[in-house]
C-alpha cells in the first residue's frame, strides 16, 4: 500500500488545505483592525453626542442655578472633546472614501469637530458668567454685569464665525446623507449658523448696552402697543403706546397715551409715505395712528409713530418697539400673576382674553368715553406687567425665554435711531417680517391680514397657510403659490349680543366681517394670478414693495366661514434660491403653515 509523506503535493486532494499568503493574512487583519476600530469610534461618537445633547436640555432647563451650569458645561466639554477624537483619527478619514456612506462619515467628523470648538471655545466661556448677577435686582438690571457679559460676548464671537466659516467652506452636501442623518445635520448647521450669527450682532451691540440702559442718562423708548383683535400686517392696531425709560438700568413707563393724545384722523399723511407703500395700503397709513403697523416695514412704522408722538407729546425717545398682548401672556409665565389698578388679576391663561374680549363687554358703550375706558384698561394692563418685568422672580434667566419666544414669533420689532443699534439688528426679524434683501439665504413669502371692518372681530378669527412651488425642478421661470384659508369662527347667534365696538355696523352690517390679505412673492418675483374660492379674482391693489411683487385680496365673511386664497407669483428659475420660509401676521392662534417644493430635499 502507498503511503503518503507530509508533502502536501502528494496528499490525496480531500485533505489538502489551502494556505493564505502572509500579505493576505494582513490584510485580512487591517480590515478587521479598522473595522473594530470604527465601530469602537461610532459607538464612542454616538454616546458623546447623545451625553452632549442630554446635557444641553438639562442645562437649559437649570438655567439660572450656577453650580448646575457648571456641572452640564463641563460634561458637554467632555463630550464634546470625545467626540472629535473618535472621529479624527486617520481610519475614519480613510473610510471616508468608501461609497455609500463616506459622505455620512465625513459630515459626522466636521460636525463632531465644530461642536468641540464651540462647546470649548465659546459655549464654555460663555457659561462661566453668572447671568443671574443680571438681575432685576430691587427693580433695576444691573449695568456693569451687562457691560462684563458684553465683552465676554466679544471674546467668544470670533470663535464661532470661524467655526460656521469653516463648515460653509466644506460644503456638506446634506442631500447626499442617508435619510437618518440628513435632518440632524442640517438642524446643526442651521445651529451653528444662527449662535455665530448672534454673537457677531451681539458683539457689535456690546459698546452700546450700557447706553440703552440709561448708564450715562436716561433712556427712553416709545412701546406700540398692538391691538390683535383688529389685525394689521405687523399685529394689530397700535393705537395705545407707551414712554418705557431705563435710568441706570431701573425700568418704569414714565408716560401713557392713545389715538385719543395724537392727531390722528387726519386729511393728508404726517410725512410723506414710500409711493408702493400707499398703492398697496392707500394713505391710511400715514393719517391714522392705527393703521402705522399696515406696512411690514417695521423702520416705516416706526418713523410715522415718532411723528405722530413728537407733533402733541414732545420727545419721542431713543428707538421704538412694538409689542402686542400675546408677548404679554408670555412674559406672565415669568413673573407671574399681575393686579391692573382697576382690580383685575391678570395670568398667562387670561391676558389675551380680558385684553382683546372681556373688556369690550365691561364698557360696552360706542361713546368716546367707552373708548377710552377700553385704552386705559390696556394701557394700564401693559404697563403692570411692565412693571411685573423689573421684579421676575427669576430674573433674566426666567424671562430671557419667553423673550426668545415672542421675537421668534415676530411680537417684538425694534427700531433704533442709534447707527450702532441699527447695524446690530439690520436683517433680523426686529426689522419686520420680510427682512430679506434677497433670495439667497431665505426664500421668503408674506402673507398679512389687515381688518377693513373697524371693531374687533379678528378676536374670532384664525388662518393656515400653504406653499407650493417648482423652485427646485423648474427649467423655466419657477412658479409660488400662496394659499391662505382664512377662518371666521364667531357664531350666528352671537352678533346681536356683540358690544358696539367689536362690531360697530357703521361700514358694514353687524356681524359681517371685511378683511384684506396682502400677499407678497419672492425678492424679484412677478405676480401671476390669484383666485378666491377656487374662482379667479383680480386683486382690489398690487404693486412692488421691499422689491417683491405683493397684491392685495379684499373680501367679505359670514360668521362661521371659512375662505380660500391662492395667489402665484414667479421668478427667474436662474436665480439662487434658499430654502423656502412662510412670513405671516403673528394672529392670537398659532397659523399652521407647510410647504410642498418637490425636488428640493
Known sequence: ???????????????????????????????????????????????????????????????????????????????????????????????????????????????????????????????????????????????????????????????????????????????????PLEGPVNQVLETVDTAAEMLRRGAILSPQLPTMLGADEPRDYLVLVQNTAEMRTLGGNPGNMLMLTFDNGRMSITQQASRFDVNTRRDSPIVPLNPWTEALYTDRVGKFIQDTTMTPDFAQTAHLARAFWSETLGDPGASVLAIDPILLSHLLKATGPVEVTSGETLKPGNVVDQLLSRVYWRFPGG????????????????????NAVTNADGGITALAPQLVKGFQEGRILYAPTDPTEAKAVAGTRFNGPLFEANNAETTALGVFVNDNTEGKLDYYTDMSVNVTSDVCEADDDATFTTSATYNYNLDAGEVAEL???????????????????????????????????????VPQAGTTDLGRAAVLINFESEPSSTHTVEVTFSAPADEDYGPLAIRHTPMIEKVPTKIDAPGCG
Not at 407678497?520 to 383666485?531: D, E, I, R, T
Request: charge should be negative.
Open 1 to 179: 500500500m502507498q503511503r503518503y509523506g507530509n508533502d502536501a503535493a502528494t496528499r490525496p486532494w480531500w485533505k489538502r488545505r489551502p494556505r493564505l499568503k502572509p500579505t493576505l493574512w494582513s490584510a485580512v487583519a487591517v480590515i478587521a483592525f479598522c473595522i473594530v476600530v470604527m465601530g469602537v469610534s461610532a459607538f464612542v461618537a454616538k454616546s458623546s453626542v447623545d451625553s452632549l445633547t442630554a446635557n444641553a436640555r438639562q442645562l437649559a432647563k437649570n438655567f439660572g442655578d450656577q453650580e448646575k451650569v457648571a456641572e452640564h458645561a463641563e460634561n458637554m466639554q467632555s463630550s464634546a472633546r470625545n467626540a472629535h477624537i473618535a472621529t479624527a483619527h486617520p481610519v475614519w478619514r480613510a473610510s471616508e472614501v468608501l461609497p455609500f456612506i463616506g459622505d455620512d462619515l465625513r459630515a459626522v467628523r466636521l460636525l463632531a469637530a465644530a461642536a468641540d470648538e464651540l462647546v470649548n471655545d465659546v459655549a464654555a466661556p460663555l457659561l462661566e458668567f453668572d447671568f443671574s448677577s443680571i438681575g432685576p435686582i430691587d427693580g433695576a438690571l444691573d449695568v456693569d454685569a451687562v457691560a462684563k457679559l458684553g465683552t465676554k460676548v466679544e471674546q467668544v464671537a470670533p470663535a464661532a464665525q470661524e467655526a460656521r466659516i469653516r463648515l460653509i467652506a466644506e460644503n456638506i452636501d446634506t442631500t447626499a446623507l442617508i435619510s
Open 367 to 386: 361713546t368716546e368715553e367707552s373708548a377710552r375706558q377700553q385704552d386705559d384698561f390696556f394701557t394700564d394692563s401693559a404697563a403692570a406687567i411692565f
Open 499 to 537: 358690544p358696539q365696538y367689536v362690531s360697530t355696523g357703521r361700514y358694514f352690517p353687524k356681524g359681517i366681517k371685511s378683511t384684506n390679505l396682502v400677499f407678497y412673492g419672492p425678492v424679484g418675483s412677478s405676480y401671476v394670478s390669484a383666485k378666491v374660492d377656487g374662482q379667479d379674482f
